[in-house]
Structure formats: structure tokens, C-alpha cells
Antibody, heavy 119, light 110 residues
Framework: QVQLVESGGGVVQPGRFLRLSCAAS????????MHWVRQAPGKGLEWVAV????????YYADSVKGRFTISRDNSKKTLYLEMSSLRGEDTAVYYC????????????WGQGTLVTVSS | QSALTQPASVSGSPGQSITISCTGT?????????VSWYQQHPGKAPKLMIY???NRPSGVSNRFSGCKSGNTASLTISGLQPEDEGDYYC??????????FGTGTKVTVL
């Protein structure tokens, strides 16, 4: 069965760096685009970034552009999100989500990892 | 990249029908038939309920239906049941190849 498992969350000081991972299993990872979506405590969903199946195309939300980098290692079936210059408003549960080739919706989601930016 | 606009809350009694609207712009909802809807229960990951405006994934009840007119998409839940209570979010593909979510709607079953 399809599984997406996020890791790497925790408490980090403002201005610091953190890297999230999303381990995929149960499907051909290299055939799917992958997204990061976040949700601040008590707030709605916010799309963060997408990477194409082969890593050749990446797009970001304006709120994270220039600070966050999405990447993937298809040999390891793992998605990454490198977050730098972290701010309090980046505090959220971060979900990874799968998007089938040629589609435009998220058909499977991980359970999320909490990132807390605080001094 | 402004969020799509949804009503903050919608409620209905068991068995009734409710509709949640999702208003975007001519750069997202209005130009693409790539609107999807997600259900989220407290502490859980979102679940895909509708994709490409009106298509239901396998396993999703046919009580859930979607449509679109102009810049506004809608999700209708028919025969409302207690387990339908939760938060609902729309999402759209955009002309910048990004995605955007709606502001979210809390559904309450009275």
C-alpha cells in the first residue's frame, strides 16, 4: 500500500536551518510529482512547493521562495524540503503529498511532521 | 497567490444537503478544470474527495459531488451523515504552475 512518512520536524530557532524528509513506499516513486503542504496550528492548508517526477521542474509559494528548496532522490524514494532563514510564521505541520503524472490533485498524503520555530 | 475563498462554516441536519462554495480567479478556478476537494478530520491528514471539478476517487461516497461555474466551484454533500463533520478545503492548479488552497470550511452536522 502507498505510504508517505515525513520526518525531521522539531523545534528550531528563528533564522536557522532544518531539513525535512518524506520516505515513500508502495508505489513507483520516480513516476510521481511530489508536493509539500503545510498547516499552521489551528489554520488552513497552505501549498508550499512541488517537484516534478524527475526533479527537473520546481515551483514554490511566494511565502517560501528563496528560503526553501524542494528536492528528491529517486534512488532512495525520498523527498526533501530544505528550509532556511526560518521565521515564526513557518511554524506548522508539514505534509508531503503525491500527484500522479498529468494530474493536478493530491491523491495520497503523509501524516505530517511538526516544525516549531521559536527562540 | 491569494487563497481561494470559502465560507468559514456550513451546517446541516442529518439527511439534508449542504453546498460549499470555492471562489477563485481567472488565473486558477476560472481557467482550469483542476479543482479538487479535501476532507480533514481533527489531527488527521487531508483526504481527497473530488478531483478535476466533479470526479470521485474510488471509495468515496456518491453523496459527494462537485461542479464549477465561472470562477466558483462547489462541493455538495447529500444525505448528510455525522461522519461528514470536519473541515473541507478546495484546491486549484494555477496559471503559474503552482497550487492554491481555499480558506477552509468547517462542516457541522446538527
Amino acid at each position: 500500500q502507498v505510504q508517505l512518512v515525513e520526518s525531521g520536524g522539531g523545534v528550531v530557532q528563528p533564522g536557522r536551518f532544518l531539513r525535512l524528509s518524506c520516505a515513500a513506499s508502495g508505489f513507483t516513486f520516480s513516476s510521481y510529482a511530489m508536493h509539500w503542504v503545510r498547516q499552521a496550528p489551528g489554520k488552513g492548508l497552505e501549498w508550499v512547493a512541488v517537484i516534478s517526477y524527475d526533479g527537473s521542474n520546481k515551483y514554490y509559494a511566494d511565502s517560501v521562495k528563496g528560503r526553501f528548496t524542494i528536492s528528491r532522490d529517486n534512488s532512495k524514494k525520498t523527498l526533501y524540503l530544505e528550509m532556511s532563514s526560518l521565521r515564526g510564521e513557518d511554524t506548522a505541520v508539514y505534509y508531503c503529498a503525491r500527484e500522479d503524472y498529468g494530474e493536478h490533485h493530491f491523491d495520497y498524503w503523509g501524516q505530517g511532521t511538526l516544525v516549531t520555530v521559536s527562540s | 497567490q491569494s487563497a481561494l475563498t470559502q465560507p468559514a462554516s456550513v451546517s446541516g441536519s442529518p439527511g439534508q444537503s449542504i453546498t460549499i462554495s470555492c471562489t477563485g480567479t481567472s488565473s486558477d478556478v476560472g481557467v482550469y478544470n483542476y479543482v479538487s476537494w479535501y476532507q480533514q478530520h481533527p489531527g488527521k491528514a487531508p483526504k481527497l474527495m473530488i478531483y478535476d471539478v466533479s470526479n470521485r476517487p474510488s471509495g468515496v461516497s456518491n453523496r459527494f459531488s462537485g461542479c464549477k461555474s465561472g470562477n466558483t466551484a462547489s462541493l455538495t454533500i447529500s444525505g448528510l451523515q455525522p461522519e461528514d463533520e470536519g473541515d473541507y478545503y478546495c484546491s486549484s492548479y494555477t496559471s503559474s504552475s503552482t497550487r492554491v488552497f481555499g480558506t477552509g470550511t468547517k462542516v457541522t452536522v446538527l
